[in-house]
Nanobody
């Protein structure tokens, strides 16, 4: 059974959109708040958005109004819809629980060109 597998990244022009997906194990998805994080080159990993079991969401100020986190309870998948992308959104994006587990998936690279 997979742990955390992110997908959906790619190269996009500024102003474009991407949808990231994270396939999580049932145990992780069903018992935790899930979240998306990102790490840009030379920077620390930061929390981007979180989704509680009851459906409440929290977003970093830098992505509010542009990103949307959602989940599919039947498939154990967490999504991150990213719109109006900016070059500063360029990073490797990871999903994990919040607080995070001690291990991470491979992440998915998002590159936004100006």
């Amino acid at each position: 059974q997979v742990g955390l597998v992110e997908s959906g990244g790619g190269l996009v022009q500024a102003g474009g959109s991407l949808r990231l997906s994270c396939a999580a194990s049932g145990t992780i998805f069903s018992t935790n708040t899930m979240a998306w994080y990102r790490q840009a080159p030379g920077k620390q990993r930061e929390l981007v958005a979180s989704l509680t079991r009851s459906g409440s969401t929290i977003y970093a100020d830098s992505v509010k109004g542009r990103f949307t986190i959602s989940g599919d309870n039947a498939k154990y998948v967490v999504y991150l819809e990213m719109n109006a992308l900016k070059p500063e959104d360029t990073a490797v994006y990871f999903c994990n629980s919040l607080p995070s587990l001690s291990w991470w998936g491979q992440g998915t690279q998002v590159t936004v060109s100006s």
